[in-house]
């Protein structure tokens, strides 16, 4: 867009004014005449100019403050999303804890307590009286409980390393999409 | 004679400018990429209508946001509106601005100041 056809009459007037400075018939009279109409819109030019720069200073204020309330929003946005990642990461990680819970209950049982039977009893020998066998089966109860007991300390760490692991990879995830974006952008 | 109307768009004013009735809107955002082309055809009708215009002529105007070249467009219309209260007729500019929204109102109060005709800045509550 060209300023001439913004300000097309006021540059009609100038013309105007240039045209009757250089015509030589021209009376005195006239050509105060011309000169009162050049002030009188010069007077209005001005009043535009202070106008137009006022009201645009004002909307550029605004929108500033529209774009403040915009970085803002994105930052919340940013939060929520951060949040949320983590409470769905938080939730995988928890259900991956318990699965391999279930995976060391099952290994506990199937192959670790019969371990620790055939450890205790070949300890006890062929000692297969009363005391002996309570001994037996004190000595297996406590070497199963701090077996699980173990087992069951070792999975809050565990759920922590899973989530933060997770967490890592969601936040490389997030860098490269960035990345990626930012280059398409640069290229288009 | 027909009344203008033009729909607002992501960038352009809503337009209805009803000569019957002497009701003239403009309403939105004002910032295309031509303001003197978009402007144009709303300074040619104004034109006319100033030949003979309705008993009562209220120009209301709402803006959210405007660039500076429609600022002066905008300016022009309203001048060309003010011609119809220096012939004597009743004309007067409505300016509307939301509530909190005081670079509007007071870009409005500075219209006010450089229209010749009776102007009024008026809140719109939320």
Known sequence: ?188 | METLELQAKNNTPYINFDASTGIMVMKGRSTPENSVEYYEPITNWVLNYIQSPAENTIIKVQFEYFNTSSSKCILDVLKKFAEIHKAGKSAKVEWYFEEDDEDMKEAGEDYGDIVKMPFEVIEIPE
């Not at chain 1, 209005?44 to 929108?63: A, M, P, R």
């Not at chain 1, 995988?92 to 060391?104: D, N, P, S, W, Y």
């Open chain 1, 1 to 188: 867009m060209s300023k001439k056809q913004l300000y097309e009459n006021e540059i009609g007037v100038l013309s105007q004014m240039r045209k009757s400075i250089t015509d030589e018939n021209i009376s005195k009279e006239d050509l105060a005449n011309e000169f009162n109409t050049l002030c009188d819109h010069y007077e209005e030019l001005l009043d535009q100019s202070k106008l137009i720069t006022k009201v645009s200073d004002k909307l550029q204020n605004k929108l500033n403050s529209a774009n403040e309330a915009l970085a803002n929003k994105n930052i919340e946005l940013q939060d929520t999303i951060d949040e949320l990642t983590k409470a769905r990461i938080g939730k995988k990680a928890a259900t991956i804890t318990f699965g391999l819970a279930v995976v060391l209950f099952m290994i506990s049982e199937g192959v670790l307590d019969p371990v620790i039977e055939a450890i205790v009893a070949k300890v006890l020998g062929d000692n297969h009286t009363q005391t002996g066998i309570f001994k037996f089966a004190n000595i297996l109860l406590w070497a199963t409980i701090f077996g699980k007991l173990i087992m069951a300390i070792l999975l809050k760490p565990l759920e922590s390393f899973i989530e933060s692991y997770l967490l890592k990879r969601a936040h490389q995830a997030a860098k490269k999409l960035e990345l990626s974006t930012e280059t398409s952008t640069n290229q288009s």
